[in-house]
């Protein structure tokens, strides 16, 4: 039995709660729940599919965001600081371990080019260890890098391989055996970015949302459409919302049916319906520039590994022939693709925008009938076949690999015309009580929740000065508490077997030490 968490205001029959609707259950949506749901709010998210955060592939904690060489400093530095709030809102689902990255001697860049922007994000997560001892979740900050010669990489491929390593000369010993040096240049560049189980982060946030009872979740809900019924100068552009209606069919149980439709009011909508947002803003009235991506990564198997390794990057330019390799590691011998060419994660008529006439890019059917009906087994034999010879070029003997028939895939919203961009929250319309979440990253997410804090507190529909808001900026998350490993665990397998992955993709190899955990878990008075 899960103790209630809705203490944080008491009850006033004279004066209910607000209401808020949240459309779509993805990271944003779950995690802009809970935030509300912790402030006393009654919070209503609406999923369409069975279960929460089932969306597209993530596997890696960008703390530091030194997959995108592209991107400024600051949004990195922004990565960083976002990677470090959002693991201390989900710690059980991070996998402790480096990633390597290496620059290839066919690619223009250098691997000195990165070292300026790593001694900044150093400085940075130094400065936010002095704010708060409790942000440092990702080692020492003087050893956030390391270097790594093609001698040292020789010697270290000499070594015995560990089963499971403990330092960071242990984590490189695989990369250093199994990756072709002959095809990267020096020094390889290793960093503390972490792996992030999407499975272990959607269990996460279902037990957290379970723990609210204002916190009312709807899966597998069709939400038809948004009306708003209180409205002033409802004819003109400028016009004010202060009440939303949310038309909505919940699936049946036998599975083969609808229900009625049935119908809420809200006080303040909160759009978080990732690549379909652009629906919502036409039926909302809102005008807004937006591109969909359909991206793609595969799982796949290999027996040839000899214990865990490190996540392994190998540049290159994003869309070419030659685009980043990534190979991420999972227990079990499972490994999750990415390869940025179009024969592999991107999409040849992938990229779509919206129109004057319509807020809503409209992706190709093939893509639609993907995510929602699930991937064709002869394309998805195909790309994930090419997606081992892809990594196999720099890693050889991950030829040896197989298939299994799994991906992990999606459409992704890009708000504007930039596809580069990674860093982005949240746009708020507070004349409409309305807000959309913008999250081309999953870190960003918590970020978004607060701004939408902020608007709810200026517009009067939450009271300032909550002692649950001061909570959030301490991290002093109390449903922590309710939310062990071995709960987690459970849920996780739970739904990964509903996916139809491998029940070994929903655990991790290293947790967050225990040491940290304890502490990002303590809740203070």
């Known amino acids: 039995m899960l103790t209630s968490l809705t203490n944080t205001t008491a009850k006033d029959p004279s004066n209910p709660a607000k209401r808020v609707g949240i459309l779509g259950g993805g990271t944003a949506g779950a995690t802009i729940a809970i935030r509300l749901a912790a402030l006393g709010l009654e919070t209503y998210l609406f999923e369409k599919k069975s279960s929460l955060i089932d969306g597209p592939p993530m596997c890696h904690l960008h703390a530091g965001g030194n997959l995108y060489r592209e991107i400024p400093d600051e949004d990195c530095v922004a990565l960083l600081k976002q990677c470090i709030d959002i693991l201390r809102l989900y710690p059980h689902t991070i996998d402790v371990r480096p990633t390597v990255f290496a620059v290839p001697t066919r690619d223009e860049g250098l691997p000195e080019d990165l070292l300026p922007r790593l001694d900044i994000l150093t400085e940075a997560y130094r400065e936010l260890i002095a704010e708060d001892p409790k942000n440092k979740v990702l080692g020492e900050p003087e050893d956030y890098y390391q270097l790594y010669s093609q001698e040292q990489l020789i010697e270290l491929s000499n070594r015995e391989q560990v089963a499971v390593p403990t330092t960071v000369d242990e984590w490189v010993i695989p990369a250093a055996k199994y990756l072709d040096l002959n095809k990267v240049k020096y020094p390889l560049i290793v960093v503390q970015e972490y792996g992030w189980n ?12 379970e723990g609210y009872d204002n916190a009312h979740v709807f899966t597998d809900t069709q939400v038809e459409q948004v009306v708003a019924v209180e409205c002033t100068d409802c004819t003109n552009a400028n016009h004010h919302v202060s009440k939303w209606r949310v038309d909505y069919q919940q699936k049946a149980n036998d599975n083969n049916s609808t229900s009625q439709t049935e119908s809420i009011e809200v006080d303040y909508l909160i759009n978080a319906c990732g690549f379909r947002t652009g629906i919502i803003d036409d039926m909302v009235g809102v005008d807004v520039e937006r591109m969909v991506e359909f991206k793609s990564s595969y799982i796949t198997h290999w027996d040839d590994a000899g214990g865990q390794i490190p996540e392994i990057i190998v540049y290159g330019a994003r869309g070419t022939p030659e685009g980043m390799a990534q190979l991420t590691p999972y227990p079990g011998g499972y490994f999750q693709i990415h390869g940025m060419s ?64 799994n991906a992990l895939y999606g459409g992704q919203q890009i708000p504007g015309k930039d596809d580069t961009l990674r860093v982005a929250d949240v746009s708020l319309y507070g004349h409409l009580h309305y807000a959309r979440a913008e999250n081309v990253k999953a ?51 739970e739904l990964a077997q509903q996916r139809g992955f491998p029940l070994a993709m929903a655990a991790v190899n290293h947790s967050i030490d225990e040491v940290i955990l304890d502490d990002l878990t303590a809740v203070h008075a």
Request: aromatic share 8%; glycine share 2%; charged share 20%.
């Open 342 to 405: 179009k024969a592999i994660t991107l999409f040849d008529d992938g990229l779509v925008a919206s129109t004057k006439d319509s807020a809503q890019p409209t992706l190709p059917a093939q893509y639609v009938h993907y995510i929602e009906d699930g991937w064709d087994k002869a394309p998805l034999q195909a790309r994930s076949q090419q997606s081992i010879e892809y990594v196999a070029e720099f890693v050889p003997t991950f030829s040896s690999a197989r298939t299994v028939g």
């Open 443 to 493: 870190s960003s997410t918590l970020l978004a929740a607060d701004e939408i804090v902020s608007q709810l507190i200026d517009i009067d529909l939450l009271a300032p000065n909550l002692a649950a808001d001061k909570q959030r900026y301490t991290h002093n998350w109390a449903y922590l508490k309710h939310n062990n490993k071995a709960d987690i665990d459970r849920v996780a397998r």
């Open 198 to 209: 999407i499975f272990r982060l959607a269990a996460s946030a279902q037990l957290a949302l």
